[in-house]
C-alpha cells in the first residue's frame, strides 16, 4: 500500500528555466544493484542508520521495520504494533541514528476520538462533518526504534476519520509527520507534530475536501514548510490549475502563515517530495502530456532554478543536489532518449546545473525512495511488478 488516494496534479511556475553553459551532452551511466528487500506489498520504503538500511512497511496486515546490511543480510526484524491492523507508511533517522516511523492503527477500543470541531485547527474555519468512510485506521501512529532494533516508544493520536500519513521529518526538538485526512466531502492535508518524547501537538489541518500533504521540512527557527496539491481554496489563495502544487508556511504556533500555489491553465500538479534545502520534485500534468518537474526554492518560497522532464509523473528529490523520477523521453542535456520508461537519476551543481546522470534498468513501475547517507552514498528504492530493489551509483 503506497498511497491513501492516488493523486494527479501538477502545474510549472512561470520562471526561466536553467541554461546549460556547455553544449557537450552528458553519458548516462547505469546504476547497479545493491540488494533486493521485498515485495511491493510489503515495503513502504527504507531509511539509512549508520551502517545499516532500515525497510520498514506492512506484512500481514501489521506494521513492521527490519534492519539489513550492504549485503542484504537481516540484522534485525521488529513488529511494531499488536493491533489487529496497522501500516507504517513513512520513516526518518535522527541524528543518534534512531529510527522515527510514522504510520496509523486503529482507535484504542472505548477511546471516543476528539470532536472535529476541537482537534483540527481548521485554517479554512470550516465545520469537519463526521466521517462516513468505511475503515478503522484513525491513529497517527510514531515509533521510535534504536539502531540495534530496540522499540523505545510507541505513541497514537486519535482523529475522528481514516488517515494515511505521508511523510515524516525529524530534528533535535522532535517530529513533523504530515498525510492526508478523509471526511464526507473528500480529504484533507493534515500536519502533527511531537516533542522529542512521541508526544503529540495538536492537529492542523490543510483545506477541507480536496488537499493532500505530501512532504514536510522542519527549519530552525521552528516554522515548517508543507508541500502537495490542492483543488481547493486555501486562506483566500484561490485554484490556478485544476489541481495545484502547493507550499504552505506554518509558524511554530501551527498558523499558516503562507500559502504559494505552482500552478497551469488546465493542468494538474503535485509536489511529491521535498528537502531540507526547499529542492522540490513533483508531477505536471497538461496538455495531453505528463512531466516530472523540480524546483530549487529559498526559504522565501523564491524559485531559483527549475526543470521540467518528460516521465510517469512522480519525483523525488534529495539535498540540493539530486532527483529521481521515471523518464519516458529525451532530455537535451543528456545522451538519452528511453524508448521505455526508465529510472533517471539527476544530479545538480549549486547553479541548478546538471553534472552527472545515472540510470535504473527497464522494468521498474514505482519510486519509493531517495537516499543520501556517508555510509553508502546515492541509493535509489524501485519497485518492479514483483519486487522492490535498492542501487546504487557506479563510481565515476
Not at 546549460?20 to 511491493?40: D, E, F, Y
Not at 486519535?158 to 466531502?185: H, Q, R, Y
Not at 547553479?351 to 546515492?378: C, M, N, Q, R
Given at each position: 500500500?503506497?498511497?491513501?488516494?492516488?493523486?494527479?496534479?501538477?502545474?510549472?511556475?512561470?520562471i526561466?528555466?536553467?541554461?546549460?553553459?556547455?553544449?557537450?551532452?552528458?553519458?548516462?551511466?547505469?546504476?547497479?544493484l545493491?540488494?533486493?528487500?521485498?515485495?511491493?506489498?510489503?515495503?513502504s520504503?527504507?531509511?539509512?542508520?549508520?551502517?545499516?538500511?532500515?525497510?520498514?512497511?506492512t506484512?500481514?496486515?501489521?506494521?513492521?521495520?527490519?534492519?539489513?546490511?550492504?549485503?542484504?543480510?537481516?540484522?534485525w526484524?521488529?513488529?511494531?504494533?499488536?493491533?489487529?491492523?496497522?501500516?507504517?507508511?513513512a520513516?526518518?533517522?535522527?541524528?543518534?541514528g534512531?529510527?522515527?516511523?510514522?504510520?496509523?492503527?486503529?482507535?484504542?477500543?472505548?477511546?471516543?476520538?476528539?470532536?472535529a470541531t476541537?482537534?483540527?485547527?481548521?485554517?479554512?474555519?470550516?465545520?469537519?462533518?463526521?466521517?462516513v468512510?468505511?475503515?478503522?485506521?484513525?491513529?497517527?501512529?510514531?515509533?521510535k526504534?534504536?539502531a540495534a532494533?530496540v522499540?523505545?516508544?510507541?505513541?497514537t493520536?486519535?482523529t475522528?476519520?481514516?488517515?494515511?500519513?505521508?511523510?515524516?521529518?525529524?530534528?533535535?526538538n522532535?517530529?513533523?509527520?504530515?498525510?492526508?485526512?478523509?471526511?464526507?466531502?473528500?480529504?484533507a492535508?493534515?500536519l502533527?507534530?511531537?516533542?522529542?518524547?512521541?508526544?503529540?501537538?495538536k492537529l492542523?489541518?490543510?483545506?477541507?475536501?480536496?488537499?493532500?500533504?505530501?512532504?514536510?521540512?522542519?527549519?530552525?527557527?521552528?516554522?515548517?514548510?508543507?508541500?502537495g496539491?490542492?483543488?481547493?481554496?486555501?486562506?483566500?489563495?484561490?485554484?490556478?490549475?485544476?489541481?495545484?502544487?502547493?507550499?504552505?508556511?506554518?509558524?511554530?504556533?501551527?498558523?499558516?502563515?503562507s500559502?504559494?500555489r505552482?500552478?497551469?491553465?488546465?493542468?494538474?500538479?503535485?509536489?511529491?517530495?521535498?528537502s531540507?534545502?526547499?529542492?522540490?520534485?513533483?508531477?505536471?500534468?497538461?496538455?495531453?502530456?505528463?512531466?516530472?518537474?523540480?524546483?530549487?526554492?529559498?526559504?522565501?518560497?523564491a524559485?531559483?532554478?527549475?526543470?521540467?522532464f518528460?516521465?510517469?509523473?512522480?519525483?523525488?528529490?534529495?539535498?540540493?543536489?539530486?532527483?529521481?523520477?521515471?523518464?519516458?523521453?529525451?532530455?537535451?542535456?543528456?545522451?538519452?532518449?528511453p524508448k521505455?520508461p526508465?529510472?533517471?537519476?539527476?544530479?545538480?551543481?549549486?547553479k541548478?546545473?546538471?553534472t552527472?546522470?545515472?540510470?535504473?534498468?527497464?522494468?521498474?513501475?514505482?519510486?519509493?525512495?531517495?537516499?543520501?547517507?556517508?555510509e553508502?552514498?546515492?541509493?535509489?528504492?524501485?519497485?518492479s511488478a514483483?519486487?522492490?530493489?535498492?542501487?546504487?551509483?557506479?563510481?565515476?
Amino acid at each position: 500500500m503506497k498511497r491513501f488516494l492516488a493523486f494527479a496534479a501538477l502545474a510549472l511556475l512561470v520562471i526561466a528555466p536553467v541554461s546549460q553553459a556547455a553544449p557537450k551532452k552528458i553519458s548516462v551511466k547505469p546504476m547497479q544493484l545493491l540488494t533486493t528487500i521485498g515485495t511491493p506489498e510489503e515495503v513502504s520504503g527504507a531509511v539509512v542508520s549508520g551502517k545499516s538500511i532500515i525497510v520498514f512497511g506492512t506484512r500481514a496486515s501489521k506494521a513492521y521495520a527490519r534492519a539489513i546490511d550492504r549485503s542484504g543480510k537481516e540484522l534485525w526484524n521488529l513488529s511494531l504494533d499488536q493491533s489487529v491492523a496497522s501500516i507504517a507508511t513513512a520513516a526518518a533517522v535522527d541524528s543518534a541514528g534512531d529510527i522515527w516511523i510514522t504510520g496509523a492503527t486503529p482507535l484504542v477500543t472505548g477511546l471516543t476520538p476528539p470532536a472535529a470541531t476541537t482537534t483540527p485547527l481548521n485554517p479554512d474555519n470550516a465545520v469537519i462533518p463526521p466521517s462516513v468512510f468505511i475503515g478503522d485506521l484513525q491513529a497517527i501512529t510514531i515509533w521510535k526504534v534504536s539502531a540495534a532494533g530496540v522499540l523505545m516508544f510507541t505513541n497514537t493520536l486519535p482523529t475522528s476519520s481514516v488517515l494515511f500519513p505521508t511523510s515524516i521529518a525529524v530534528d533535535k526538538n522532535g517530529a513533523s509527520i504530515v498525510g492526508i485526512i478523509a471526511n464526507e466531502k473528500g480529504y484533507a492535508g493534515f500536519l502533527a507534530n511531537t516533542d522529542t518524547a512521541g508526544t503529540f501537538s495538536k492537529l492542523l489541518q490543510i483545506g477541507v475536501a480536496s488537499t493532500t500533504a505530501d512532504a514536510v521540512v522542519r527549519h530552525g527557527d521552528g516554522s515548517f514548510t508543507v508541500t502537495g496539491s490542492s483543488s481547493e481554496t486555501l486562506v483566500g489563495k484561490k485554484v490556478a490549475g485544476i489541481t495545484d502544487g502547493i507550499l504552505v508556511k506554518v509558524s511554530k504556533a501551527l498558523k499558516i502563515t503562507s500559502v504559494v500555489r505552482s500552478s497551469v491553465a488546465k493542468g494538474k500538479r503535485i509536489w511529491n517530495s521535498a528537502s531540507n534545502s526547499l529542492l522540490l520534485a513533483g508531477e505536471v500534468v497538461a496538455g495531453g502530456k505528463t512531466e516530472s518537474a523540480i524546483t530549487k526554492f529559498s526559504l522565501t518560497f523564491a524559485p531559483s532554478w527549475t526543470y521540467r522532464f518528460a516521465s510517469t509523473g512522480p519525483t523525488l528529490a534529495a539535498s540540493a543536489t539530486h532527483a529521481l523520477f521515471i523518464s519516458t523521453g529525451a532530455v537535451a542535456q543528456l545522451n538519452w532518449n528511453p524508448k521505455t520508461p526508465t529510472p533517471l537519476l539527476l544530479t545538480f551543481d549549486s547553479k541548478g546545473l546538471i553534472t552527472a546522470a545515472d540510470s535504473g534498468p527497464v522494468g521498474e513501475k514505482e519510486l519509493l525512495g531517495l537516499l543520501i547517507s556517508k555510509e553508502f552514498g546515492v541509493l535509489a528504492l524501485t519497485s518492479s511488478a514483483e519486487s522492490v530493489s535498492i542501487f546504487t551509483l557506479l563510481p565515476r
